[in-house]
């Protein structure tokens, strides 16, 4: 059994926890699972992609949504 690229590829982001908020990464490898962040930017390199991040650079000020 075959698979074209993409299907493959969307058989591999499904089974990665697939891409809730359609940002074009899947599942584990986003740092920001339910809000889009394509360039998956985290300033303080904390783990969490600052698009979700209250204090993005950690200066103890808290960003409001």
């Known amino acids: 059994l075959l698979f074209s690229t993409t299907a493959h ?3 591999e ?12 990464i899947c599942g584990f490898d986003d740092n920001c699972p339910n809000t889009a962040n394509p360039d ?5 390199g904390l783990g969490e ?6 204090d993005d650079d950690e200066d103890a000020e808290f960003r409001e949504d």
């Not at 998956?40 to 303080?44: A, L, P, S, V």
């Not at 992609?49 to 209250?54: I, K, L, R």
Request: aromatic share 0%; with cysteine.
């Open 9 to 11: 590829a969307q058989l």
């Open 13 to 24: 982001c499904l089974l990665a926890g697939g891409d809730a908020d359609n940002d074009g």
């Open 40 to 44: 998956q930017r985290d300033t303080d």
């Open 49 to 54: 992609g600052d698009a979700c991040d209250v």
